[in-house]
């Protein structure tokens, strides 16, 4: 659903926006989620092909279309409101697991302490250098 007018001003022509480069045989590549929109005063804006969104840069149409995926973009966490809307019995769990991965981590962290220390220990007794 492509916006029908843009400011009060109707949409004649919809069309998908050429991108600025080529493919590697030399033919147009098109962008078919960005729209070129020709209004009826002549002005040309650039919409989003899913919603009415529109915008006289052509650029910023495209960080734009990340809104209609069902993924999380790039570098979105989860964050405590989110955690906050969890039963309490997978809250619980969920602890659980992190005391469990925060021991076992502690404990290679000591286990690899040590092993330092021997080898340093060992190099030492052998008159190598490290």
Request: proline share 5%; with cysteine; charged share 25%.
């Amino acid at each position: 659903m492509t916006a029908t007018e843009v400011n009060g001003i109707a949409v004649v022509s919809d069309e998908p926006r050429q991108a600025p480069f080529r493919d590697n045989g030399g033919n147009t590549v098109y962008q078919p989620q960005t729209r070129v929109l020709t209004l009826a005063n002549g002005s040309v804006v650039y919409g989003c092909q899913h919603c009415d969104y529109t915008s006289s840069n052509p650029n910023s149409i495209r960080p734009h279309l990340g809104k209609h995926t069902g993924r999380p973009r790039k570098g979105t966490r989860t964050t405590a409101s989110n955690s906050l809307d969890l039963p309490l019995a997978e809250l619980m769990g969920r602890l659980d697991t992190l005391t469990a991965v925060t021991e076992d981590r502690d404990a290679w962290k000591t286990r690899a302490l040590t092993a330092e220390k021997r080898l340093k220990q060992l190099r030492n007794a052998l008159g190598v250098a490290e």
